[in-house]
């Protein structure tokens, strides 16, 4: 076993939809899901510069100008095998101390051109108490004007949105959704995902004030097929959930085994766009060591061999 696999982990609820059979669930989650034969194309763990060029410290991701990722904690409920940020996931050494949230606060609040403050992970509802303490501060400047919850607990464990912590953070979010936008940022990648359970999820977080939007990562032998998608991001929208991104699986060593061919993403996305409402399209984007999320031009622009983009500082890259 190649030592770039997370270690396994799983909730009870997951394991159940295993043991019944839902092999999408599966292939997300377990270790031992026989590898591709292709070579390490990917030379980096973290292409995309998190840790380096864009770290401003106590978990801040600062790329784009109005915008900062705030990692509350690089824990998770349950581990996918293709997260782009495995490097860091399971070690409770990401989780914010007060001194680092109160570091974080106050460099949102000293660059009031940040309007937008994107809460990830790792899951920040997997650490209840501390994205408390963050959105509370949040809630204090006035130059944050929409907060963003990045989020996959509702599909690793929807029970534990029945606890009193998950209870009351909700109850915190509904008071500051009456002067900040809230967005719940969830993602799914295959509709066995929106089982009952998770739908009683979904409506108490719109009960909370939220907005809800999903992402989704283009995976290998788990959505790679238009008929999937179709379903998944339908069930999204007629449960009120706007698919937002569809991304594709970003070029970090050790996860070749789930990157997809680009044309048929494209042909995908192609025919969706055809077909589904045009709020059930998600953007398709790309976000390969350049500075910004790329989106990919569809089969309905000519000629389109892609074989470079430009990416938001002009500066070209290979995809
Ligand atoms: C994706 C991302 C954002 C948010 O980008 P949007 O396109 O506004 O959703 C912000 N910061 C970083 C570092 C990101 O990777
Ligand atoms: S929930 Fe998100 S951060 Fe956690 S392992 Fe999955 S993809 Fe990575």
């Known amino acids: 076993m190649a030592d770039y696999r997370m270690a396994e982990r799983l909730t009870p609820y997951l ?10 669930i599966e292939m997300q989650y377990r270790q031992d899901v026989p590898m591709s034969q292709e070579p390490e194309l990917f030379p980096e763990l973290d292409p995309l510069g998190e840790d380096s060029r ?33 490097r860091q996931i399971g070690t409770p ?32 509802l997997y650490v209840p108490q501390i994205t408390s303490q963050i959105v509370l501060g949040l809630s204090k400047i006035d130059s944050v004007r929409v907060v963003r919850i990045g989020t996959r607990l509702p599909i690793h464990s929807p029970r534990t949105f029945q606890s009193v912590p998950i209870k009351k953070l909700l109850s915190l979010f509904s008071e500051i959704a009456k002067h900040k936008a809230m967005y719940a940022l969830i993602q799914f990648n295959h509709p066995d995902e ?31 097929s238009k008929d999937i998608l179709a379903k998944l991001f339908c069930e999204l929208f007629y449960r009120g959930v706007v698919p937002y991104y569809i991304y594709r699986c970003d070029y970090v ?40 999320k790329i989106p ?22 290979l995809v």
């Open 253 to 292: 060593h050790g996860l070749e085994r789930f990157v997809c061919e680009l044309n048929v993403e494209r042909k995908i996305m192609t025919e969706l766009t055809k077909t589904l409402s045009g709020i059930a399209v998600p953007t398709y984007v790309i976000d390969v060591a350049g500075r910004g």
């Open 194 to 224: 929106l089982t009952k359970e998770v739908d009683v999820v979904l409506r108490e977080l719109v009960q909370a004030g939220m907005v809800l939007l999903s992402q989704t990562v283009f995976l290998k032998g788990v959505n790679d």
């Open 54 to 86: 864009y770290s401003k410290g106590s978990g801040i991701v600062h790329k784009f100008g109005n915008r900062v990722l705030w990692k509350a904690t690089f824990r998770c409920a349950a581990h996918c095998q293709f997260c782009t940020r495995y």
């Open 15 to 24: 394991r159940q939809l295993i043991a019944k059979g839902n092999t999408a």
């Open 296 to 317: 990919v031009p569809l089969e309905f622009w000519k000629p389109t061999a892609l074989v470079s983009c430009v990416d938001f500082d002009g500066k070209k890259m």
């Open 93 to 124: 050494k990401g989780d914010l101390s007060k001194l680092d949230i109160e570091t974080g606060l106050a460099y949102i609040a000293a660059n009031p051109e940040i309007d937008d403050v994107i809460l990830s992970g790792g899951d920040p």
